[in-house]
């Protein structure tokens, strides 16, 4: 399989100005994304995820090393006509509706006023804002504003995305939306590149993540395989009748294991917070 991105030695120096040196931003990173996974770049902030991301769309020119995307060098203007880009603060012309912000995107990237057109409606539906297509960007939440940086960076339709932070600042509905969103784009047989300080949110829909500290590869690796405790084994029973567990821990003890807790499973923040919506929304419905 193809590598959508390959590093070798990538690295980056920024000039601090006279005669206070440089500041390293990424050292000697050898990465490799491979075509249609979601690979997430995690790390805290200044850990140089969006400096890598810069590098790879030849934003910012490296210091040593190379990068290519699918085998194509990343200096050469080719390597970026399959890509999408989603920066962490992007822009848009708040008087345009979603409509016509997709319209003067598509028009950038050359494309045609029919299939223009017909692209638009199909990525309003795919990022749920088709209600809100006529409505002025100034009137639009976070969430809705991340969702309509998707479209744009979708509107040529590319093999590989770029997302810097895509949930930052946004609210945990909205946040679900856009990763379930980044799912369906990998069903879709796309390949996505994301940086994130949240980890929690991205071990949802990632792969594989790689994690950077100080510019340094620290942690890569299959999610589910870090994420493991091989030393640990979960048992979820259903029904258990209070007599029957002191038996079962008692097997467990003469087989030679150790229980480490015993309680039941919890579900997470916000499992919680989007049911009790969902029940609160059926309840209202049922009362009007």
């Known amino acids: 399989m193809m590598d959508a991105i390959r590093t070798e030695q990538l690295t980056k120096k920024y000039d601090l100005g006279w005669r206070k040196g440089k500041l390293l931003a ?17 790390g805290p902030n200044g850990s140089g995820k969006s400096t890598t991301l810069k ?14 995307i699918f085998d194509v060098p990343c200096s050469q203007v080719e390597s970026r006509l399959h890509v999408g880009f989603l920066p962490e603060n992007p822009y848009f012309y708040r008087y345009l509706t979603g409509t016509e912000t997709l319209d003067f995107y598509g028009r950038l990237c050359g494309i045609k006023s029919a299939p223009r057109k017909k692209r638009i409606d199909e990525l309003l539906d795919l990022v749920g804002l088709g209600h ?3 409505r002025r960007l100034s009137g639009y939440s976070k969430g809705m504003l991340q969702r309509i940086g998707l479209a744009q960076a979708l509107i040529h339709d590319p093999k590989l995305l770029l997302l810097d932070e895509p949930t930052a600042g946004v609210d945990p509905i909205g946040s679900k939306d856009i990763r379930d969103l980044i799912v369906r784009l990998r069903a879709m047989g796309k390949t996505v590149l994301l940086s994130s300080h949240l980890l929690a949110q991205v071990q ?6 790689g994690v950077l500290n100080r510019g340094q590869m620290i942690l890569e690796g299959d999610v589910r395989a870090l994420i493991s405790d091989q030393r640990r084994l979960t048992i979820t029973v259903q029904d258990l009748p209070e007599a029957a567990r002191a038996r079962v821990e008692e097997a467990v003890r003469a087989a030679g294991a150790s229980i480490l807790a015993v309680g039941h499973p919890q579900t997470t923040l916000e499992a919680l917070f989007l049911d ?9 419905g049922e009362h009007d």
């Open 204 to 209: 949802d829909v990632c792969d594989r993540i």
């Open 55 to 68: 590098l790879v769309l030849d934003l910012v020119v490296p210091t040593e090393g190379s990068a290519w």
């Open 276 to 284: 009790a919506l969902r029940k609160d929304e059926r309840g209202a």
């Open 26 to 42: 990424l050292e000697k990173l050898n990465l490799r994304v491979r075509e249609g996974e979601v690979y997430g770049l995690l």
């Open 132 to 134: 809100a297509r006529d």
